[in-house]
């Protein structure tokens, strides 16, 4: 049973390595690392690398994924869209986080970089529905750079500061699976939704 893993970063391999060995043994991942997919996404819009997202997936398949998952927020309705013409499930990461944060009244969402945020708030209107949920964005000034600088534990300090600012919510929104870790640094008593633990399980039972 192989699942397939679309990234836009390195540093998401260990971390669903991790996921994996704790809660899906026997799962056999299988990581495929694109920077460049974000770069120019970032740049010219998310539907500019879709064929190449396209051609990427469907090699996956070929080479035996039962499903694949996209862990880039930015890119995963494209990835998602996917799904019909490669035959296998194609998740995108934050779904089940975001189905999680439709639920509430208040949701604040915090994002490292600007392009996150209309895929995001596109992805929580569609799973909110016709239910209204007061959402609320939140650009994290400076976190983006110490990512890409490598400073890990600058840029999770700079997202957990951001969320322990944040008031009056039910919710926040960790719009990227890289902000994941913020949530043991923070002091809020808001509950903290981090996509990559709900997104592998779904893909898991997917690829199942």
């Not at 970063?9 to 390595?17: E, I, L």
């Not at 920077?35 to 879709?50: K, M």
């Not at 990427?56 to 039962?66: F, M, P, T």
């Not at 998740?91 to 208040?106: F, G, K």
């Amino acid at each position: 049973m192989t699942l397939a893993l679309l990234h836009t970063s390195p540093v998401h391999v260990r971390v669903f390595d991790a996921l994996r060995d704790a809660g899906h043994p026997g799962l056999a991942l299988r990581h495929l690392v694109h920077e460049d997919l974000l770069a120019r996404a970032r740049e010219s819009g998310p539907e500019a690398v879709a064929g190449e997202i396209g051609a990427l997936l469907a090699g996956a398949v070929a080479d035996g994924a039962r499903a694949v998952l996209c862990t880039c927020s930015t890119i995963g309705a494209v990835a998602e869209a996917e799904s019909a013409t490669l035959g296998v499930p194609v998740l995108r990461v934050d779904r089940p986080m975001a189905s999680a944060a439709a639920a509430q009244d208040r949701v604040v969402v915090l994002a490292a970089i600007a392009g996150t945020l209309a895929p995001t708030l596109a992805l929580l209107a569609e799973e909110a529905g016709d239910r209204p949920v007061d959402v609320r964005t939140v650009v994290v000034d400076g976190a983006w750079a110490r990512f890409e600088a490598g400073d890990r534990d600058g840029y999770l300090d700079l997202v957990a500061a951001a969320a322990d600012a944040v008031s009056d919510a039910d919710a926040i929104v960790l719009a990227q699976a890289s902000m994941a870790d913020a949530v043991t640094r923070t002091g809020t008593r808001i509950p903290m939704l981090s996509s990559p633990g709900p997104g592998l399980a779904a893909a898991a039972a997917a690829a199942r």
